[in-house]
C-alpha cells in the first residue's frame, strides 16, 4: 500500500532572512507545461556548455535537521504511481516511479533532467551523490530510470513567481538505471535494445573505452553479457570490464568480474592478477597474496605480477611488525602526493566492548611511552586542504567510495553519526537492485561525529614555514574506535593519511587506549559542554571526576576568578622573543599565580594536571627569558612540566638540583597531558640550564624535549625544526592600529579592530593540542584608503599575537607592507609562537 509522507516540519531562511515553513502536502498549484520546462532546460543546459570546462561541480551537503531514511525496497516491491500523483513536500512511501530521461542532464551539484511518465506527464529530477564513475551522475536522454519511494518538492520561484518543483534524489541507492529489455518497463515507455547483438554492444564498449568513457564503456560490457547466447564469448567481457572497473576504482566489481572471467586456462593469470591488484586497491593485502601467487604459478616469469606480489609483501610486513621508514615516507609527501602506500599496523590494539561508551581500542601488549601503539592508513581521505571544502570532500568520497566499493559498508556504517530522528535501517549497505542502501544523512553523521582534521604531517605543522590553516578532512576507522580523555594515553600526529598513535605513557594488555577529541579547555564545565554539544557525552576521566565532583563548587568559582584575573594582565602585557617586561607587572602576576596554585586542592590534583596555572607559567618563563634570569626560568619552566600532570623531583625548582627530565616520561602514577609546548618548555629548560653554565643538565633537557617531539611528530626529528617557534605562545583576538601623528587617540579608537576565529580564546585551549582540529578561517581586514587619510597616518603599527597553527592576514592599500619574511600587499600574521609586528 502506497503511502504518502510529509516533509519533517522544518523551518528554513528564505532570501530576506525570514524563517518560513514549507507549505503542507498537497498538490502542485500550477505546473509548466513538457514545452516550457524542456525551454527553460535547454537554455540551462547551452549557459554551461558555454563555461569553462572541467570545472569542479559542487556538493550538495545534507542538512540533519531534514533528515529522513533511505528507501530499502527494490523497484520491484514499490507500487508505481504516475507523476500527477505526486504531493509537494512529501515523501511518497511504498511508491515509486518510472520515468524516461527526456533532456540532457544539466550538471550541478545533482544531475537536472527532464523526465517523462508513461502518461506523457512530465516533471523535474535533480539526482544526486553519484560517483563519476556512474552514468547516474548525469544520465544521459533517452535512459530509462526507476526512482523509489520519491521525494517531491519546492525547488523554489521561477522568474514569473510560481513555484518550481522537483523530485529530488538525495539518497544516491534511492535511484536505479533501468535495462532497456527490463520487463518492468510500461510498454509507452519502451525502447527496445539499441543494439541486437552481444558483438555489437562490445564493439560500443571497446569504442567508449578508448574515447575514455569507463561508466559508458560498463554500460555496454554489461549489455553485452545479458545478450551473450554463446558462454564462451563471455569470458573476453569479464576480463575487459574487470579492467575498466579497476580503473575506475570499483574494485567490488573487479575482483568479480575477473574471477568470472577464469576459463582454467594458462591465460587465468590475467584473471588472478587483476584480482590481486583489486584486492590490494581494498587494502585487503592477504587475499591481493593469494591471488597474485596463483598468477605467479601460471606465469612466473612475468615482471608487472612480480613488482605487485613485492608491493604485496612489503605491505604485510609493515601489519605483521609496525616497522616503518617514517622519515623516507615524510620526504615523499608533497601537496600533490598525500596518499600514502603502506599497509595499517594495529595488531597492538583490539577492538572491545567499553564500559565507558560504545566501543573502544584496547591494548594486546604492554606498552611503555614512545611505544607505536597503531599506525592506521587513512579509509577515507581526499586530497583537499582547503578548510572551507574539506568536510564537503570527505563526505562526497564517503558516499561515493561506499556506492563502488560496498565491502567497505560493513566497516564504515558501524561507526557512531549521532543521534537521528528516526531508527536506522538494519539494511543499510546492503545490495537492492545492485548497490548498497545508503542513507547520506546517516554518512553526514558519522563523518561529523568521527573524522579527523589534519595537516599535510604533524612535523611539518611545527615549523615556521607551514602554511597555517590548510588542513584536510579524513575517516580512520580503528581510530575511530577510540574513546576521549581529556588526560588520555596516547598521542596521534600524521604523515599524510597515515595516522601514527604513540604511547604517552605506560599501558597495560587489557587497559583501553584513549585520545583527546579536541584540545582540552581549562575550566572543566566548559570543556564538558563542548563534549556534550558535539558528542553527547560527559567526560568521566580522572581529571573530569576529580574536578567536577571532588573539588569544591567554591574552589571551582575561585580558580576560575583568578584565571581571568591573570589573563585580563596577560593580554596587555606579552613578553615578544626577549622583550623586557616591568617587574611591577611580573610581581602581580607572580602573586596571582601563587594563589591560583593554592587554590588547587593538593589531595586532589596530587598527581594531576593543574590545566588553569599554565598560561600564567608560560608567560613568567617568557617574562624572565627576557630579563635572562635564567634561575627563575628553570623555576618556572619546571612548573610549566608540573602544571601539565609530569612528576617532577623534589627541589628541582633549583638551578642546583641534578636530575633527568627525561624521566617525567616514565612515571606510571601521574596522569600527565603531553603537548608540544611541553617540548618547548624543556628547550627552555635547556636554554636556561645553558646560560648559567650547567652543560650536563642542558644536554639532558634537550635529550627529554627530543623525546617530546618524537611523541608529538610520530617519529624521531631534529629539534631545530621548532626554531623560531620558542616565543610564548599567546592568544588574542584584537589588532590594533596605532598611527604615529597629531590626534593619535582619535586614530587609535577608530581604528582597532578584531579577528574573529571560530575558536574560544581560552589560553589553554589553544595549549593542549598541537594539531587542533579545527583551524580557524584565514581573516581578511581590509584599511582603506579614506581611513588613512582621515587619521593623517604616516606610519601603521600593527600590534598582535596569536599562537601556532593560527594565523590572520592582514591587506592593506598601503605601499610596501612588511610583514615577517614576506613583502608586498599581502601578509601572513602570526607565525607558529612567534610575536611581531607589522610596519607600512
Known sequence: MAVVLPSPPATSPGLDGVITKPDTTRAPRVKPTKEELLKTHAIHVQKQANSPENAPRPVKQPNLQHAYPASTKSIREVDIIPLSDLKVNSHHRGSGLILKVISPPFLGAGAVSIVEDEFGNVDKISIYNQNDSSILSGVPEGC????????????????????????????????????????????????????????????????????????????????????????????????????????????????????????GATADWKAYYTAGR??????????????????????????????????????????????????????????????????????????????????????????????LVFAEKATLMPNQYEPMRASAALYALTVRQLLDNPSLCKSVLHLYPGEMSYERSPLEGTLVDGVPVLDVFVIEGLRNKNCFSVPLSTLEDTRPSAVEGRQAKGLWVHASNLNHACVPNTLRSFLGDMLISRATRHIKAGEEIFQQYVPVKSLPDVRNGIYK?????????????????QSSEANREKRKDLLAQVEKILDKKTPRGKTIIPDATIRSVDKLMKQLEDAHEPEIYGRLPRLTLIYGSNWLVGAYRGKKNYTKMIRHAVKVLRNFGFEIPQGAESQDKVWNPKEIFFSEEWHSLMTIHVVVALRRLAEAYSGLGKQEMAEKSVEAAEFGYLLVTGFKNDLSNLDRRLATPYYITTVIITGITTGITTGITACTHSFVFPHDPSPLGRFCSPFPPYQPQRVRHWLAEPDVAAFGFKSTHVSFRTVVGHEGVFQTRLPSLECGREHGSSGEIGAAYDAGSVTA
Open 144 to 263: 530509462i530510470i526507476g526512482v523509489k519511494e520519491p521525494y517531491y518538492t519546492i525547488n523554489g520561484k521561477n522568474a514569473d513567481g510560481s513555484e518550481d518543483y522537483m523530485i529530488c534524489v538525495d539518497h544516491p541507492s534511492d535511484v536505479t538505471l533501468i535495462r532497456f529489455t527490463d520487463p518492468i518497463i510500461p510498454e509507452p515507455l519502451r525502447l527496445g535494445p539499441l543494439l541486437k547483438a552481444a558483438e555489437d554492444w562490445k564493439k560500443a564498449g571497446d569504442t567508449a573505452f578508448l574515447e575514455k568513457d569507463f561508466p559508458t564503456a560498463v554500460f555496454c560490457y554489461t549489455e553485452a553479457l545479458d545478450c551473450a547466447e554463446d558462454e564462451g564469448f563471455k569470458p573476453s567481457i569479464y576480463t575487459k570490464r574487470a579492467g575498466t572497473n579497476l580503473i575506475l576504482g570499483r574494485y567490488d566489481a573487479a575482483k568479480e568480474d575477473s574471477l568470472a572471467s577464469r576459463t
Open 278 to 371: 583489486a584486492c590490494y586497491g581494498l587494502c585487503n593485502y592477504p587475499e591481493s597474496k593469494e591471488y597474485l601467487q596463483k598468477a605467479l604459478e601460471l606465469n612466473s616469469t612475468n615482471p608487472a605480477i612480480k613488482k605487485e606480489y613485492e608491493r604485496c609483501l612489503a605491505r604485510l610486513h609493515e601489519e605483521e611488525t609496525g616497522d616503518y621508514d617514517f622519515e623516507t615516507i615524510f620526504k615523499s609527501l608533497s601537496p600533490k602526493s598525500v596518499h600514502l602506500d603502506l599497509g595499517s599496523f594495529t595488531r597492538n590494539t583490539e577492538i572491545k566492548a567499553s564500559p565507558l561508551h560504545g566501543r573502544g581500542l584496547f591494548a594486546t601488549k604492554d606498552l611503555a611511552p614512545g611505544d
Open 533 to 549: 554539544d558535539g558528542w553527547g557525552f560527559e567526560c568521566s576521566c580522572t581529571l573530569c571526576v576529580a574536578e567536577l565532583k
